[in-house]
């Protein structure tokens, strides 16, 4: 599974339970599919895997987060100000200087 459509999967398969309310960073991602499913996966490769993601409804990508909190410039679906809107939309709170803020929005039990 280690072919690129196959990392895709396991990505979108691991952002599409990443439930209302709650964000995860790309590096979360990235290190839960590394340990638990062997793949090389970096932050990178899931960040343009999701820039890929055709179907935001199934797969919110705009859940996923940078580690610092901050939002993505080259979110897919409408740029950083429709990513902030769909997080706010959903309960998730901001700090000051416009990150999400982590700790209590951060989505900690991570699963297949």
């Known amino acids: 599974m280690n072919s690129r459509r196959g990392v ?7 952002v599409a339970k990443v439930p209302k309310g709650r964000v995860i960073t790309y590096g979360l991602v990235a290190n839960f599919l590394k340990k638990n499913m062997g793949l090389e996966v970096s932050p990178r490769l899931v960040g343009f895997a999701l820039h890929k993601n055709k179907d935001n409804k199934k797969i919110p990508c705009h859940r996923i987060v940078f580690k ?9 679906f409408g740029g950083i100000e429709a990513q902030r809107r769909k997080l706010k939309e959903e309960g998730i709170t901001f700090t000051s200087d416009g990150r999400v803020n982590l700790k209590k929005c ?3 039990d991570l699963k297949f």
């Open 8 to 14: 895709f999967v396991a990505i979108y398969s691991l």
């Open 68 to 76: 610092d909190g901050s939002l993505s410039s080259k979110f897919a």
């Open 106 to 108: 951060l989505w900690k």
